[in-house]
């Protein structure tokens, strides 16, 4: 299993770099060509998901990316430290605006990658999203 991680500043000038590393390593590790574009727009989002919570949070620490090579599928993993409260349904969100992007850019997620998952607490948040990947091209003698 081979892992690249990738730390950087809440800031939305390096959620371009993230979306480039994403998109090398996913072609190194078999992502399909054409759904390269679908892995840099989910990151991309998922990068100025996490950037918009760091910042609108005041937190310094960095935004975490994982990108990790497995067997039959790569994963990235884009993590946060923003505290989430826990929420039901029925709640009234703090702050509609904030919560409707949010909610807006965990859809724009969903509708770019078949397996996502999120998860969320008072010490931060992660999104994982995990695409298939082709197998090595074997050559027969």
């Not at 039901?88 to 969100?93: K, M, Q, T, Y």
């Not at 298939?132 to 027969?140: F, G, H, M, S, Y």
């Amino acid at each position: 299993m081979a892992t690249v991680e990738l730390r950087f500043s809440a800031l939305p000038e390096h959620v371009r770099t993230a979306r480039l590393v994403a998109a090398a390593v996913a072609r190194r590790a078999g992502v399909d060509e054409a759904v390269l574009d679908e892995v840099r727009l989910a990151v991309g989002e998922a990068c100025s998901r996490a950037v918009g919570l760091h910042q609108s949070g005041g937190i310094a620490a960095p935004v975490t990316v994982v990108l990790t090579e497995e067997e039959k599928q790569f994963s990235i993993e884009v993590g946060d430290e923003a505290r989430h409260a826990p929420r039901h349904p029925g709640d009234v969100p703090a702050d509609d605006a904030e919560a409707e992007e949010d909610e807006m850019g965990l859809a724009v997620i969903s509708g770019l990658v078949d397996d996502v998952e999120v998860s969320t607490g008072e010490d931060g948040g992660q999104i994982k999203m995990t695409w298939p990947t082709a197998p090595p091209n074997v050559v027969l003698s």
